[in-house]
């Protein structure tokens, strides 16, 4: 009797462990939902995830991208300023979001088959006699990505080198369109 009931008591365990236990799922496989784009070489794979690509004014827009090394060897040694990739949105008249880089020179190591996720920030700035500074403003004191009516072209880009002295460049990008109506 005691026996089947540590045999009871294992098996409703293994029952509880297995079901509450969850398989390590990247950022990449849990948002099948998302829209991607990709461009590589021989070296790197660039993806970028966007939500969708229409939206109303104000909705949130979620958008991230990944970075993979699939060269040849181990790891791969970059070269770049800070950040070594950018996410910009312009409307036609004006940017949304710049690729401002930080000009400091860095070196990164990215391992062979490690997907790194580069988040979405803001980064921009205004002036105060902007006639749109309450605007811009409002827009940069805010973590998630809202923008007005109409038309905007996104480019998520590398902005790094293989060599120190910048003369074997990567340029990887994805290029695709959103719609914010009212």
Known sequence: MKRTKI???????????????QNPVSQEAENTEYQVFLA?????KVKTFINKLQF??????????????????????IWSGEPYFHHIIFSGEEYFNESLTLDLLKETVLKKGEIYTI??????????????????KQYYSEKELKLPKGKYSFIASTAFSLDEEQKQ???????FTVKVNE
Not at 7 to 13: L, S
Not at 40 to 44: A, I, Q, S
Not at 169 to 175: A, D, F, G, H, M
């Open 119 to 136: 988040p979405f920030s803001k980064s921009g700035g205004y002036s105060a006699d902007d006639p749109k500074a309450e605007f811009w």
């Open 169 to 175: 460049r990567v340029e990887l990008k994805t290029e």
């Open 56 to 77: 109303t004014e104000n909705e949130e827009i979620n958008i991230y991208s990944t970075i993979e090394y699939i060269g040849d060897e181990d790891s791969i040694n």
């Open 40 to 44: 590589e070489d021989k070296n790197f």
């Open 7 to 21: 045999y009871v008591i294992i098996v409703i365990a293994a029952l509880f462990l297995t079901a509450c236990y």
